[in-house]
C-alpha cells in the first residue's frame, strides 16, 4: 500500500468526526423529511446488515447474497445511509459534506480493499471481479458460492452498531428539529 493511500485511510475515521458535527450543525430537520429519510437510511442499514451476515473477513472470498449484485455492498448500504441522512437533515449542505466525504474516500478504500482481495485469493476474485461490479448493483445476480446468510456472522462483524449509530443519529435530528421550533 502506498504512502498516498495510508495517508487517505488514516485521515478517514479523523475528517468523518467533524463533517459528521457539521452536518448535524446544518441540519434543518423536518417531520415529513424525516420520515422520508429514515426510510432511505434502513435500507441502507438492511443492505449492510445482508452483507455482514455473508462476509467472513481473511476467512473466504464472499461472493453470495448482495455481493452477487456488487462488490462492496457495505460501502453501497453506506452510501445509502447517508443519503437518508441527508434527507432527514433537510440541508443541502449537510448533503454536499457527506457527498464530498464520501466521494473523497470511498474511491481509495474501495481500491485498496480490492487490492488486498487480489492478494488474497487472486484468480478467484479476478474472476469475480469480472463478474460483478465494484460499487454500482448488478440487477441479477452473479453466480455465486451459495453462502447463506448468518446471524451470528452478522453479530461477529458487529453491524449492530450500525443499527445503533442510526438510531442515534436520528435521534439527534428529532432533538435538532424539536429544540429549533
Not at 488474497?120 to 455465486?144: C, E, I, M, N
Not at 456472522?153 to 435521534?171: D, F, T, V
Request: contains cysteine.
Amino acid at each position: 500500500m502506498s504512502n498516498g493511500t495510508n495517508f487517505w485511510i488514516r485521515w478517514r475515521v479523523r475528517v468523518g468526526y467533524p463533517i459528521a458535527f457539521a452536518a448535524f450543525y446544518f441540519a434543518r430537520p423536518q417531520w415529513k423529511w424525516l420520515v422520508c429519510g429514515v426510510a432511505i437510511a434502513l435500507l441502507g442499514l438492511l443492505v449492510r446488515a445482508y452483507a455482514a451476515g455473508h462476509l467472513r473477513k481473511h476467512e473466504q472470498l464472499a461472493t453470495s447474497g448482495p455481493y452477487a449484485f456488487t462488490r462492496n455492498p457495505l460501502y453501497f448500504g453506506s452510501v445509502l445511509f447517508a443519503a437518508g441522512f441527508s434527507v432527514a437533515s433537510h440541508s443541502w449542505i449537510s448533503a454536499a459534506l457527506l457527498a464530498t466525504y464520501l466521494a473523497v474516500f470511498y474511491p481509495v478504500v474501495i481500491r485498496r480493499e480490492q487490492g488486498e482481495l487480489q492478494t488474497l485469493y487472486g484468480a478467484a476474485f479476478h474472476d469475480y471481479a469480472k463478474r460483478v461490479p465494484a460499487f454500482w448493483p448488478r440487477l441479477t445476480p452473479a453466480p455465486s458460492t451459495g453462502e447463506h446468510f448468518s446471524w451470528q456472522q452478522y453479530r461477529k462483524n458487529r453491524e449492530y452498531e450500525a443499527a445503533i449509530g442510526l438510531a442515534i443519529a436520528m435521534l439527534i435530528l428529532c432533538a435538532i428539529m424539536l429544540v429549533r421550533k
